[in-house]
């Protein structure tokens, strides 16, 4: 047994091996959320170091004991790029991209989840509370439990769980089910993806599942309650405000709108490159506004960042060609020699580059056809200290159900998408300013401190019920 008090089970560690063999901490939304609870208590990370057949022993990294679980080069590709993201990724998204069921990614995927349940057996103290991460790690809440059965667990679920009638594909529907009943709290971004999931046991399980818990039996005969609910994730809200404060990166928006030959208006688009993000239809949108001479390259430039993701997935692969012939033709069809219709970068930036990319831009467009939340409308609002700019959202977003006063569109309807482009485009500063003043307040009021903090509140307080 270890002296772990908190053990976060995630995919990835929260950390990045630079050129030299040295570590870097990876700027995600979740590490700095867990960073003030890791160092009051005695925390570990378990996690893969990101690279195949990278070994690494147990190291202490700024106040977390971080465990590396290696994977092959076949692991890689059958347990992270097979069934995690070409299987799981494109069901829970709604069937976007077709699913592949392979028994060898299954098989790798269960054995894979069994190494990460071990290490973090090995490494949590006595009554500890773990608390796994993502799609990636389904199975690891059960097979903790088998192992400790001492230790609280929480499971947390950043994708969307989908309506019974897609998830029911799945080959493996019941030992997944099985493998996130494990847990004592599972926590979605929506209450609609509680509900899903709570069909889903139903159907498959025949429990019963009320608002207060679905009612698991043991094996001695008695039962325990799992919670599942929404627990909507957010963002580091006093870090965007820092960031958007700073002169540097104030001047740098000036910069980059000078750069773009100071068009009337910027639109962003700042997505992994995958296929939910629906990048394809906001360009299809914008380039039928410039064909209809709704708009020209003179008064609006598209900035699209896509950063490089799962470039060895067939579908990943695709899409990237899809979009790079898209924009090919759009920029062929409208550029001029000062202007460009899409500033397109395949590249990934660091975070107070984004944040100057979002103080230049008058209207931000998120256009995903699904998507758990999405935390770029999140950071886009946190930064607009001057309450303008326009967020763009699709109603298919787990955001959309906290941003309210954001234009709402469904991405699917091109027309649609066209006149909310115009509308955000020509909307007067005071209804900007009445919109993005609403907006802030949400994402200040919850910020990814107090999701952490109401998450490990929930599974206290789980323990305690079924502990008595
Ligand atoms: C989504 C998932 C995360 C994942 C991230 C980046 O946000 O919910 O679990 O880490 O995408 O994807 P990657 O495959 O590079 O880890």
């Known amino acids: 047994m270890g002296q772990a008090e908190l053990v976060v089970v995630a995919n990835r560690l929260p950390v990045d091996r630079d050129a030299d063999g040295g570590w870097r901490t990876s700027p995600g939304g979740l590490v700095t959320a867990l960073e003030p609870v890791m160092r009051t208590v005695d925390g570990a990370w378990v996690g893969w170091p990101g690279q195949a057949g990278l070994e690494v022993e147990p190291f202490d990294f700024e106040g977390t004991h971080l465990v ?207 296929y939910t993000k629906g990048i394809r239809h906001r360009m299809k949108a914008f380039g039928e506004l410039l064909r209809d001479g709704r708009l020209s390259v003179e008064n609006a430039t598209l900035v699209q960042v896509a950063s490089p993701s799962r470039e060895r997935v067939a579908a990943y692969v695709q899409l990237r060609d899809e979009i790079e012939l898209m924009v090919g033709r759009v920029n062929g069809t409208y550029d001029t020699m000062e202007h460009t219709a899409i500033r397109y970068l395949h590249q990934s930036f660091p975070r107070e580059e984004m944040v100057a990319l979002y103080l230049a831009a008058d209207v931000m467009l998120v256009t995903a056809l699904r998507d758990g939340m999405n935390l770029v409308a999140k950071e886009y609002i946190a930064s607009r200290l001057d309450n303008k700019g326009v967020l763009v959202l699709s109603e298919f977003t787990g955001a959309a159900d906290e941003l309210g006063s954001a234009i709402r569109i469904n991405p699917h309807d091109i027309e649609g998408l066209k006149d909310a482009i115009m509308q955000a485009i020509d909307m007067p500063a005071a209804e900007q300013s009445r919109r993005m003043r609403k907006l802030r307040k949400r994402v200040q009021d919850h910020d990814v401190q107090d999701w952490s903090h109401t998450f490990l509140g929930a599974l206290k307080t789980a323990r305690e019920a079924n502990a008595s």
């Open 68 to 274: 590396p679980v290696s994977l092959s080069a076949d692991e890689v590709e059958e347990y992270y790029e097979g069934f995690s993201n070409d299987t799981i990724w494109p069901l829970y998204h709604d069937v976007i991209a077709a699913p592949r069921y392979r028994r060898e990614w299954w098989n790798a995927y269960r054995k894979v989840n069994e190494r990460f349940a071990d290490a973090a057996a090995a490494v949590a103290a006595p009554n500890a509370t773990v608390w796994v991460q993502d799609y990636q790690l389904q199975l690891v809440p059960q097979l903790i439990r088998e192992r400790r059965p001492d230790v609280t667990i929480g499971y947390f679920h950043h994708i969307p769980f989908p309506a019974y009638g897609l998830f029911a594909q799945l080959p493996w529907r019941r030992q997944v089910i099985e493998g996130l009943l494990g847990a004592d709290v599972i926590g979605f971004q929506r209450t609609a993806d509680a509900s899903n999931f709570a069909r889903a046991v139903h159907r498959q399980l025949r429990y019963e599942t009320r608002a207060s818990g679905i009612r698991v039996p043991r094996e001695d005969g008695t039962s325990r309650v799992v919670l599942a609910k929404a627990f909507p994730i957010s963002i580091d809200t006093p870090t965007y405000l820092e960031m958007a404060a700073r002169p540097d990166i104030r001047e740098r928006a000036a910069q980059i709108r000078e750069e773009l030959g100071n068009p009337a208006k910027i639109l962003l688009g700042v997505d992994r490159l995958d």
